[in-house]
């Protein structure tokens, strides 16, 4: 008999062996012919074994059963001793630990874990300035935009009055260099045949999530030497000094100093304008109240509508600073008309498999290209924290 017929014999056995276990439940004591029907059955199958592993030409069995095989047909015949009406030679719970998953090498091997095909990843916050400022792509290297440096006075005149040229006007030319940032990752040549990932889709998710939070910190606080200029670092952008020492409110613990910063700007950026704050600083804001003791934070009140501080939206930006000392923690403005972003390269990933190749790695190198600066800095107001 060979083995794929002894591995069907198996099987059809343990189909009919489970369904007189099962009518034997229903029925105990009525079943002992068919018991020696299958104990008999089952001796044939050991004896098949048996004959399967003896050598050629009549020799010596070479194959001694051990314990656990001598346990498996006790098993199929008998059950357990801690069941109802056990078999002599039925096995204790001990004795059938090797059968139990709990062990790799005695059956945790045949019950293998499942692998799903995710990664697990923490949230990665970055400023959003792209939604609320201006965005403008380039082929070149830079972008220039004229801009309006002086205009002239209108002048009252009678109807035959004698007239002369109203001077000032003039331009200039606001230029916005774009700027590089880089990331380099080597990948095993290994790991790129053998992950169960499409790395190179990973990668580039990676890339464009890491390029995202490198550029809205420095949108925000950017010296613009190799990277964009930031809008609290521009010496242009006017400043409001809150009302008390290491806090955003003032000494009675209302929002003042919010108040004069709304009011600091002209009214044509203001009803435009966007709060831009860090979730810390937002809930030092939803506690403050103004003169009439109302809270100078609203939530909006039907769907789609954004909540609101003194009537204007907000936006939370992570690269904000905290509520200290001499920080600027709160900025507010028309972001667009006050910032512009230019986009030259927004991503570009190389693959090299040679310059890593005798390391046996496949190198990948992302670059983009970016720029940003305050293009008019009188649409932008900042608060700053009295020391």
Same mark, same amino acid.
């Given at each position: 008999?060979?083995?794929?017929?002894?591995?069907?014999?198996?099987?059809?056995?343990?189909?009919?062996?489970?369904?007189?276990?099962?009518?034997?439940?229903?029925?105990?004591?009525?079943?002992?012919?068919?018991?020696?029907?299958?104990?008999? &059955?089952?001796?044939?199958?050991?004896?098949?074994? =048996? %004959? +399967?592993?003896?050598? @050629?030409?009549? /020799?010596?069995?070479?194959?001694?059963?051990?314990?656990?095989?001598?346990?498996?047909?006790?098993?199929?015949?008998?059950?357990?001793?801690?069941?109802?009406?056990?078999?002599?030679?039925?096995?204790?719970?001990?004795?059938?630990?090797?059968?139990?998953?709990?062990?790799?090498?005695?059956?945790?091997?045949?019950?293998?874990?499942?692998?799903?095909?995710?990664?697990?990843?923490?949230?990665?916050?970055?400023?959003?300035?792209? &939604?609320?400022?201006?965005?403008?792509?380039?082929? =070149? %290297? +830079?972008?220039?935009? @004229?801009?309006? /440096?002086?205009?002239?006075?209108?002048?009252?005149?009678?109807?035959?009055?004698?007239?002369?040229?109203?001077?000032?006007?003039?331009?200039?030319?606001?230029?916005?260099?774009?700027?590089?940032?880089?990331?380099?990752?080597?990948?095993?040549?290994?790991?790129?045949?053998?992950?169960?990932?499409?790395?190179?889709?990973?990668?580039?998710?990676?890339?464009?999530?890491?390029?995202?939070?490198?550029?809205?910190?420095?949108?925000?606080?950017?010296?613009?030497?190799?990277?964009?200029?930031?809008?609290?670092?521009?010496?242009?952008?006017?400043?409001?000094?809150?009302?008390?020492?290491?806090?955003?409110?003032?000494?009675?613990?209302?929002?003042?100093?919010?108040?004069?910063?709304?009011?600091?700007?002209?009214?044509?950026?203001?009803?435009?304008?966007?709060?831009?704050?860090?979730?810390?600083?937002?809930?030092?804001?939803?506690?403050?109240?103004?003169?009439?003791?109302?809270?100078?934070?609203?939530?909006?009140?039907?769907?789609?509508?954004?909540?609101?501080?003194?009537?204007?939206?907000?936006?939370?930006?992570?690269?904000?600073?905290?509520?200290?000392?001499?920080?600027?923690?709160?900025?507010?403005?028309?972001?667009?008309?006050?910032?512009?972003?230019?986009?030259?390269?927004?991503?570009?990933?190389?693959?090299?498999?040679?310059?890593?190749?005798?390391?046996?790695?496949?190198?990948?190198?992302?670059?983009?290209?970016?720029?940003?600066?305050?293009?008019?800095?009188?649409?932008?107001?900042?608060?700053?924290?009295?020391?």
């Amino acid at each position: 008999m060979d083995i794929s017929t002894l591995t069907d014999s198996v099987d059809e056995m343990c189909r009919t062996w489970a369904a007189f276990q099962e009518e034997n439940d229903r029925t105990t004591g009525r079943n002992d012919d068919a018991l020696h029907k299958m104990n008999g &059955r089952m001796d044939q199958i050991e004896t098949a074994i =048996r %004959r +399967a592993n003896r050598t @050629p030409a009549g /020799t010596a069995e070479t194959h001694d059963y051990g314990p656990e095989v001598k346990a498996y047909f006790d098993y199929l015949r008998h059950g357990t001793r801690d069941e109802p009406n056990p078999g002599a030679n039925a096995l204790s719970r001990e004795e059938m630990k090797a059968l139990t998953v709990g062990t790799d090498p005695t059956a945790g091997y045949l019950a293998p874990v499942e692998y799903a095909r995710e990664i697990i990843k923490g949230e990665v916050e970055f400023s959003p300035l792209r &939604r609320i400022a201006r965005v403008r792509p380039t082929s =070149r %290297r +830079a972008l220039q935009i @004229p801009k309006r /440096t002086g205009t002239f006075g209108a002048v009252w005149t009678a109807e035959s009055g004698t007239r002369s040229e109203t001077t000032g006007l003039s331009y200039g030319l606001e230029e916005f260099p774009t700027h590089e940032m880089y990331a380099l990752v080597d990948v095993s040549e290994q790991m790129m045949e053998d992950s169960e990932f499409n790395l190179e889709e990973e990668l580039q998710l990676e890339f464009s999530e890491q390029f995202a939070v490198t550029e809205g910190a420095a949108l925000v606080n950017g010296d613009g030497a190799g990277k964009p200029e930031g809008f609290l670092q521009h010496a242009d952008v006017a400043e409001t000094v809150s009302g008390s020492a290491g806090s955003i409110a003032d000494a009675s613990g209302q929002a003042d100093g919010l108040i004069d910063l709304y009011h600091g700007l002209k009214t044509a950026y203001a009803v435009n304008g966007t709060w831009l704050l860090n979730r810390a600083t937002l809930s030092e804001v939803r506690k403050l109240k103004d003169g009439q003791n109302n809270y100078i934070w609203q939530p909006g009140l039907a769907s789609g509508v954004a909540n609101t501080i003194l009537g204007q939206p907000y936006v939370e930006v992570p690269d904000m600073p905290d509520v200290a000392a001499g920080a600027f923690p709160i900025a507010f403005g028309d972001l667009r008309r006050g910032y512009v972003i230019v986009d030259r390269i927004n991503l570009s990933v190389l693959r090299d498999p040679f310059t890593q190749a005798t390391s046996g790695n496949v190198r990948f190198i992302a670059r983009r290209r970016v720029g940003g600066q305050v293009v008019l800095a009188e649409a932008i107001r900042k608060l700053k924290v009295s020391t």
